[in-house]
């Protein structure tokens, strides 16, 4: 390999490491009697300390404990309340997720599509994050500035407020510990690493809003002595850096009342080393151990915070022989002219496709391209799942190796488990939807209605939204694979429910649903 080159692998890698993701007694039953409605709620005001564990899921973090390799997580436990199902946000991807989390709405209204999608304003397709065959392929320092900068100061919803902004209104203080969105009041200049900005046309530092505390792995840190920056660790984009950073805010009592701390190394160990994996949570588990022991004990901390630990998505196992496990999507549109990630779109260009691991948004970016031919010639394939486009006010859906269909739109008069009221006609069967006595029960795909709502319309553009069943994944050029690992994007549960512990407190949100999250946060954080 030449020098040249060199160089270029290393920027790449070193890029793409700074971007959100580089893809390459078990648990106490819950007296659900105990837990009160916020609203119910009557208690004297600690501070906030949400905790996401990237890709936690149940049966492996009931497993860990059980093993012992997770003290700090079995101590939360035992000191407070365990809900093993919380649905997450559609795409189950982390931008989109976090997105929903930090503003309570889906994606038809924070407008963060995924981690890869295409701007018809822009003409060009947007990654916050990716594997490194793509990574060699594409315009890092884009990647970079899109997912820190333009994610939170364009692309995500002005009109839709975050808890930091809400907060900042009511005249307090919050901080975002390696949250991957983290928009607020106060500006901020993140520095980029010298040797990046001097070998790139990035500028020297990135102008963002944030809460009052912003620490954002090497661009920005609250403890000046966090070691946990380096090359070799994510420049700071791991648990260690961000564990750290809660202790700082504990130890010198500047927490203020809502603290959101990511830790991201579960994901990765759950992508290469499948779903039973425990090692992501056990170190997950010993940079908790850092926040809690900045108390004392983990007595006191549980006694003077509300402690909030969950996942943001599952991931589902993904078959080990490639032509078994992933679906190529270019086969199934080859009469249509494809537009390559490594090249700008082109006008003759006809398709893109951006794959997140297990869903697909399909854009028809050429007038004389009908959704209704790419939705049909993706019915050829039984593997793919869900199969969805916008049909005037409505979303039509259908399916992999079938004809059926169903339609279905807001409001109307058909209630389901979360009170929201739909419109619906067809065979609703295909997303395991039961309705009787006007009453809507969901099966495998949790919140379906809604959350696949929300990626519909997400964004402009004419394009079909995909989903694959599980042991599958999506692919096209470039595009990671984790074979014999795990996987999410899709609506299913397994790529879907995730587990929360939360401790400090006897509230817990309207519904067990992510998008419930910000309010019950908010009403914890004003008391």
């Known amino acids: 390999m030449k020098i040249k080159d060199r160089v270029s692998l290393l920027l790449a890698v070193s890029l793409c490491l700074l971007t959100i993701g580089c ?69 189950t991807m982390s931008v989109t997720i976090d997105s929903t989390l930090l503003t309570g709405t889906y994606a038809d209204r924070h407008h963060v599509p995924g981690l890869v999608w295409y701007s018809g304003k822009e003409k060009r397709m947007i990654f916050y994050g ?45 901080a975002s510990i390696n949250a991957i969105v983290f928009r607020g009041k106060t500006e901020h200049s993140l520095k980029v690493p010298g040797w ?66 990511y830790f991201p190394e579960n994901d990765m160990t759950v992508h290469r080393g499948g779903v039973a994996n425990l090692d992501g949570i056990a170190k997950a588990d010993q940079a908790l151990q850092v926040a809690l022991n900045a108390y004392g004990s983990w007595d006191r901390a549980v006694k003077n915070a509300v402690w909030i630990v969950m996942g943001d998505s ?22 249509y002219r494809i537009a390559k ?60 190796n079938t004809s059926d269909q169903f339609s279905y739109r807001p409001g109307g008069r058909y209630t389901d488990e979360y009170g929201q009221t739909w ?16 009453r809507i029960k969901y099966g495998k795909y949790p919140d ?15 394009y079909v939204v995909v989903t694959i069943k599980p042991g599958y994944e999506l692919v096209t050029e470039s595009s990671p694979t984790h074979l014999g690992g795990g996987a999410h994007g899709s609506l299913h549960e397994k790529d879907s429910l995730v587990p929360m512990i939360v401790a400090g407190t006897d509230t817990r949100p309207k519904t067990l649903r992510l998008i419930d999250m910000k309010d019950w946060i908010l009403q914890l954080a004003n008391q």
């Open 423 to 438: 419109t619906i006609s067809g065979e609703p069967k295909l997303a395991d939807i039961v309705i009787a006595n006007k």
């Open 23 to 91: 893809r390459t007694d078990p648990g106490q039953q819950l007296n659900q009697q105990s837990v009160k409605s916020p609203a119910s709620a009557n208690q004297t005001a600690k501070p906030v300390i949400l905790i996401v564990i990237d890709s936690l899921m149940d049966k492996p973090l009931r497993e860990a404990i059980r093993q012992g390799r997770a003290p700090a997580l079995k101590h939360l436990l035992a000191n407070g309340h365990y809900f093993p199902k919380v649905v997450s946000s559609f795409p």
């Open 130 to 174: 990716n594997g490194p065959k793509e990574a060699m392929k594409i315009d890092q320092p884009q990647v970079l500035i899109d997912s820190v900068q333009q994610l939170n100061q364009v692309q995500l919803n002005k009109e839709t407020k975050t808890i930091h902004e809400e907060l900042a209104e009511k005249g307090k203080k919050s």
């Open 196 to 261: 990046i900005s001097a070998a790139t046309h990035m500028p020297d530092a990135l102008n963002v809003t944030g809460p009052e505390w912003l620490s954002y792995a090497a661009f920005a840190q609250l403890d000046p002595n966090n070691r946990h920056d380096r090359l070799w660790k994510k420049y700071g984009m791991n648990n260690d850096f961000s564990g750290h950073d809660v202790a700082y805010l504990i130890t010198k009592k500047q927490l203020p009342p809502f603290t959101i701390a």
């Open 341 to 400: 990630i490594g090249q700008p779109v082109r006008p003759e260009d006809q398709v893109v496709i951006s794959t997140n691991e297990r869903m697909a948004y399909i854009y028809a970016i050429d007038e004389k391209v009908r959704l209704a031919d790419i939705v049909k010639r993706l019915q050829a394939e039984d593997k793919l799942d869900i199969i969805a486009v916008k049909d005037g006010k409505n979303v039509r859906v259908t399916a992999g």
């Open 448 to 462: 379906v209605l809604a959350r696949l709502y929300g990626a519909v319309h997400s964004h402009e553009g004419r």
């Open 314 to 335: 599952a991931q589902s196992a993904v078959y080990d022989d490639r032509d078994k496990a992933t679906v190529d999507l270019r086969p199934l549109l080859a009469p």
